[in-house]
Every structure is written in C-alpha cells, then in structure tokens.
C-alpha cells in the first residue's frame, strides 16, 4: 500500500486525494478477498460484480465512480510495474453521472493550427502583430486574460527565454518558459511593434499590451481579437477555452504539481478539476462498454 501512496504522490495527487484512494483501494481488497478474489489479477466481470455489491449496499452512483477512480489508478499502478497489461476498469461506465466538461477542449494540434493560421495573415497592421504575440502566449503558455493584461515590458527576460507572470489574489506567480520561435517574434514586438503603438496612441505604459482607443483595459483587445479567431476555428468559444485546453494537454505531459505551477493554481484541487477533460481517460455518459445502469 505504501508503494501505491508514492506512486500518486509521485503523480503529483494530494496527501488527501491519496488518502482518499487508498481508501478506496483497501475497501475493494476487503470485498476481494472474502469473495475469494485474487487482487492484482482482477477481471473486468471481478470488477463488475464488486460494482453491483456497492449498489446492493445503496451506495450512491458518485460514490462509486469515486471508488472506480481509485481502483484505475492501482491498476495503471499494476501495469506500470509489469504486473499486468490491462486495465479491468478502462471500460467500467457508471451512468446517472453527470460530468461537466468546462469547455469543449481543443487538441494540441487544433492549438498550434490556429496559431500559424492567425500568423499567416496577410497583414502591417500593428494591432495584428500585437495580437500574434497574445495569442502565442494562449497557445504556449496557457496564460489567462488576467494574466495578460498585467503584464510588463519588465516581466519578459528573453536574455533566460523566459516571462514572468505576477501572482494575484487567486493565482501564484510563475516563470515559464517561451519557445525559441517565441523568442525572436519578442524582440521585433518589443523593439518595433510596441514602440510603433505607443508612438501613434501617445501612451506612456510599461503594460505590455495596450490597446489602440483611449482606454488601457486588457479586455477591450480581445473583444476585438476574440471574433477573428472565431473565423478561423469556428469550436473557438473564448480566451478561458483555449488556456482550459492547454492545461489539459499539460496534464497528458506533466504530473499535477507541475501543471499546478505552470497553469498558476493555488491549489491542486484546481488543476485536477482539468481531469475531466482529457477525453483520452474519460467513459461516454452512454450506453457503451456494458455500462452499470
């Protein structure tokens, strides 16, 4: 058991949600054992059978999934020790679940395509160039609206290939990296782009975005930037959609902790609430696979 705990840990889960599926864990070897089941070599019909118990016992559907959850996790344990192959639970569905996607995710792929198709246009205009540079940080860096609209000329170190963004009241700061392609689109901005805006607008701002109106509000350039991204990808919803799918790519790379601080959570809870959206991991609320009804 106590391998098992390092192991989530190591996936970057809280002591509670370890504790929690350890718990989990314990009351379905319990349940095996009586019933004369070997553990690691439970059948996807094994498994089923301990479902219907927990529904026998009235045991409420999320309460089950939460078990479910608990026992992929040890099985996926299994596999990677070598102890199995499969995984008994992949097509175990609890209906009378109701998930809630946050947003319709887009790939990694859809990301990087929207950005060169955005790049690819055809245009001098200043506000354009600017708004390559907003939406390279969508797409890289997962960067919120909050995020970009505080930012500085200051807060980028291109000498390290890196930016720095500030915490608030309901993030944490963090340095992330920029890619290379990144790195040089930074240098024109800051040295050509920006200066060309801030020289027709008469600014005097440190931000670094600003918009071409009076006003310095961040959101004031994505009201207007949001449609023509639209036109590109018509699945484009908003600025929170595309930094919802970049975590979710994130989580397909990286343990919990090391998207927690590179999405900017305060907590971990937060960024395992992304978990719902990696379609890769998560069951159709349908009739497929001999759901449990």
């Known amino acids: 058991m106590g391998t098992f705990k390092n192991y989530l840990l190591s996936k970057g889960y809280s002591t509670e949600t370890t504790k929690s599926y350890n718990k989990g864990l314990?009351?379905?070897?319990?349940?095996?054992?009586?019933?004369?089941?070997?553990?690691?070599?439970?059948?996807?019909?094994?498994?089923?059978?301990?479902?219907?118990s927990l529904k026998n016992r009235g045991l409420q559907q999320?309460?089950?999934?939460?078990t479910m959850n608990s026992l992929k996790h040890y099985f996926k344990?299994?596999?990677?020790?070598?102890?199995?192959?499969?995984?008994?639970?992949?097509?175990?569905?609890?209906?009378?679940?109701?998930?809630?996607?946050?947003?319709?995710?887009l790939n990694k792929q859809d990301l990087e395509?929207?950005?060169?198709?955005?790049?690819?246009?055809?245009?001098?205009?200043?506000?354009?160039k600017r708004n390559e540079i907003i939406l390279s940080l969508l797409v890289y860096q997962?960067?919120?609206?909050?995020?970009?609209?505080?930012?500085?000329?200051?807060?980028?170190?291109?000498?390290?290939?890196?930016?720095?963004?500030?915490?608030?009241?309901?993030?944490?700061?963090?340095?992330?990296?920029?890619?290379?392609?990144?790195?040089?689109?930074?240098?024109e901005y800051t040295l050509q782009t920006r200066k060309a805006i801030l020289k027709e607008t008469g600014k005097d701002t440190d931000l670094l975005f600003t918009s071409f109106g009076v006003s310095t509000k961040f959101n004031n350039i994505i009201s207007k930037f949001l449609?023509?991204?639209?036109?590109l990808n018509?699945?484009?919803?908003?600025?929170?959609?595309?930094?919802?799918?970049?975590?979710?790519?994130?989580?397909?790379?990286?343990?919990?902790?090391?998207?927690?601080?590179?999405a900017g959570h305060r907590y971990v809870s937060s960024t395992e609430a992304y978990l719902i959206n990696d379609l890769d991991d998560l069951q159709e609320d349908i009739n497929k696979y001999h759901p449990i009804g």
Do not use: C
């Open 227 to 231: 449609p023509k991204l639209k036109k």
């Open 113 to 128: 395509k929207l950005y060169n198709d955005f790049k690819s246009i055809e245009s001098e205009k200043l506000a354009k």
């Open 142 to 187: 997962g960067l919120s609206s909050t995020d970009l609209a505080q930012l500085t000329i200051q807060d980028l170190k291109l000498r390290e290939g890196n930016i720095f963004i500030k915490g608030t009241r309901n993030s944490n700061e963090r340095t992330l990296k920029l890619e290379s392609h990144q790195i040089l689109d930074f240098m």
């Open 26 to 52: 314990l009351q379905y070897i319990v349940w095996a054992e009586n019933n004369q089941i070997e553990v690691e070599q439970s059948s996807y019909n094994e498994i089923i059978s301990y479902v219907q």
């Open 77 to 105: 344990w299994l596999i990677e020790r070598e102890f199995r192959n499969d995984n008994p639970t992949s097509n175990v569905n609890i209906k009378g679940i109701k998930r809630r996607k946050l947003y319709n995710v």
């Open 62 to 66: 999320r309460s089950i999934q939460q």
């Open 234 to 262: 018509r699945n484009i919803e908003s600025v929170h959609q595309i930094r919802t799918s970049v975590i979710t790519q994130w989580l397909k790379h990286y343990n919990l902790r090391e998207v927690q601080y590179m």
